[in-house]
């Protein structure tokens, strides 16, 4: 009889056990659930329709920066100047817009230019032995400057072209463009991460970069290619975002590189590389955007909002420890 009932305490015990690191395994996703539930007991306006429109169109932002930012840190390596890539290319686009060049070639100047930062920190890091942090932190600084510099501080606001506000702010039905661009970006970047020989070789340097180099994969230019996604990834939330405003502002994309680190570290991604999901960072974003949307509802203030944020980086990072 004591037996039995020791083996049924063993029985309970493992099984309390992994429930809870079902829990801790799907962080992401148990947040997002909890934070649903939570808005909508505090505030009735939150699980309207408007609202879910509304978060789907900021999470747009957040989770393209943070869909390159999951191909940088799966490779073991950090891009801290997302933020301000982002502030330029709203600049260049819109300023594009003002010299009178065609909408979709300012697209694509744009993309080619946040494509160029993001390489050149690949050089910095690959050829000139800088760490990442060191790269992208001069790099931040550099695009936040240019950016500062091309209006005297102030915005671009007059004579945009009316088709530069189209990406921002024109709809299918109900569904605003972003969301489509969002879905569309998601898409492509889960397929390269999960069926391409890109992906395995990203998740691969991640692990091991010199195993990696042994193996006859070419690290540096992985390394280039990494850096340079991220940067188009910003640039396309660039344009998104002054597509929306109808301004191009060098102010915007403040603290971006930490909603997208959070959002990463949020859907699984390791720190330390190896280990990253397109899926993951997507429900990560999906929490970021919640957070603040469901706290501004509420009426907290954007000082809390950031103070909140930094705890969730760490709760992310603190859970990494249990999970298996």
Do not use: H
């Amino acid at each position: 009889m004591n037996k039995k009932t020791e083996q049924i305490k063993n029985q309970e015990a493992t099984s309390k056990k992994s429930f809870g690191q079902i829990i801790i395994n799907n962080a992401a996703l148990t947040a997002l659930v909890l934070l649903m539930i939570l808005f909508a007991i505090i505030n009735d306006r939150f699980l309207t329709t408007n609202n879910m429109i509304n978060i789907l169109t900021q999470v747009s932002v957040t989770a393209i920066i943070a869909f390159g930012m999951t191909f940088v840190i799966t490779a073991a390596q950090i891009d801290l100047s997302v933020g301000s890539i982002l502030a330029l290319a709203g600049m260049i686009f819109m300023a594009l817009s003002v010299a009178g060049v065609p909408v979709f070639w300012g697209i694509i100047i744009t993309l080619a230019i946040g494509g160029f930062i993001g390489l050149f920190s690949g050089y910095l890091i690959t050829y000139f032995k800088l760490p990442s942090f060191i790269a992208t932190l001069a790099m931040m600084s550099v695009a936040r400057g240019i950016g500062l510099l091309m209006k005297g501080g102030t915005t671009i606001c007059e004579g945009i072209q009316l088709s530069y506000f189209w990406l921002g702010q024109s709809k299918i039905g109900i569904i605003p463009l972003p969301i489509i661009i969002l879905i569309v970006i998601f898409l492509i970047m889960d397929f390269i991460m999960t069926r391409t020989t890109f992906g395995t070789y990203n998740r691969a340097i991640g692990s091991n970069p010199e195993a990696s180099r042994l193996a006859g994969i070419s690290v540096n230019p992985m390394l280039l290619k990494i850096m340079a996604i991220s940067g188009v990834c910003a640039a396309v939330a660039g344009i998104i975002t002054a597509s929306r405003l109808g301004v191009g502002s060098p102010v915007t994309g403040y603290m971006k590189e930490l909603d997208a680190i959070t959002a990463v570290i949020l859907g699984g991604t390791a720190m330390t590389g190896g280990v990253g999901t397109i899926r993951g960072t997507f429900i990560g974003a999906l929490v970021v955007t919640i957070l603040t949307n469901g706290l501004t509802i509420i009426g907290v203030s954007s000082y809390w909002q950031q103070i909140l944020l930094g705890f969730v980086l760490i709760g992310a990072l603190a859970l990494k420890r249990f999970q298996k």
